[in-house]
């Protein structure tokens, strides 16, 4: 799953380097995971725009001049606490949606098995999107 990702957002890096659209958002409870957090910087560094809706733990640092200019972390309560997981990925105009069961964190990508699901129904896609 952990290889997964970093796939999902090395290939936003390269669509930003090739000047295509190239933007991630992840709706997760806890990012806390080394390597996807230097991903995620090497992507916002190449142009990728993201944004993070985070419930608990968040270990990337926003606002570094140079690293981390184009991320935006935000914590969301209420009626959006439950602990769906979400992650979109621009993927050059032909967006992909998925959600699963891990956050990301080492235990969660490195230790357990976990799922991880294409939303492919287009309105099913939207309403996912809009969560």
Not at 14 to 19: I, L, M, P, Q
Not at 56 to 62: A, Q, R, S
Request: charged share 30%; hydrophobic share 40%; proline share 4%.
């Amino acid at each position: 799953l952990k290889d997964k990702f970093l796939a999902l957002i090395r290939r936003e890096t390269s669509n930003a380097k090739d000047g295509k659209n190239a933007r991630i958002t992840a709706k997760i409870n806890s990012l806390c995971d080394m390597d996807i957090i230097i991903a995620l910087y090497e992507a916002s560094m190449a142009g990728v725009k993201i944004d993070l809706i985070i419930r608990g733990i968040c270990c990337l640092k926003t606002c570094i001049p140079g690293v981390s200019e184009n991320i935006t972390v935000r914590s969301i309560v209420g009626r959006f606490l439950e602990h769906s997981r979400i992650f979109y990925f621009e993927n050059a105009g032909n967006p992909e949606l998925y959600c699963g069961s891990a956050d990301w964190m080492p235990r969660n990508l490195e230790r357990r098995v976990e799922i991880l699901f294409p939303i492919e129904e287009p309105d099913l896609k939207d309403r996912v999107y809009h969560i």
